[in-house]
Nanobody
Framework: QVQLVESGGGSVQAGESLRLSCHVS????????MGWFRQAAGKDREGVAT???????RYSDFVKGRFTISRDTNKNTLFLQMDNLKPEDTAMYYC?????????????????????WGQGTQVTVSS
């Protein structure tokens, strides 16, 4: 059974940084499409960053240059380094795993095949 457990969320001031982690069990991060998604109160879930099995990274325009997705295959863990955080980054952040990545303009729709989600970790950024 595939399980994803996120950690690292919290409350910070604008301009500060956070690093989210997503530990995966039951599948390998290196064999899957992995991604970070977020959902703010009253809004739809949106894609933040994805990484395919080959390690290719993709980002939504609103985080390019500020967020970095990475993985540690030894620890089977996905990370999201978030720098220069803004109040509009406030949301619940979810880690996701799927069988493959679609090549799409909007990475919100990048996950392909069977999908698994973590429980989410809250990020709150105050001005």
């Amino acid at each position: 059974q595939v399980q994803l457990v996120e950690s690292g969320g919290g409350s910070v001031q604008a301009g500060e940084s956070l690093r989210l982690s997503c530990h995966v069990s039951g599948d390998a991060v290196s064999d899957s499409c992995m991604g970070w998604f977020r959902q703010a109160a009253g809004k739809d879930r949106e894609g933040v960053a994805t990484m395919n099995s080959g390690g290719v990274e993709r980002y939504s325009d609103f985080v390019k240059g500020r967020f970095t997705i990475s993985r540690d295959t030894n620890k089977n863990t996905l990370f999201l380094q978030m720098d220069n955080l803004k109040p509009e980054d406030t949301a619940m952040y979810y880690c996701a795993l799927s069988q493959y990545c679609h090549v799409t303009t909007d990475i919100s729709y990048a996950l392909g095949g069977e999908k698994f989600w973590g429980q989410g970790t809250q990020v709150t950024v105050s001005s």
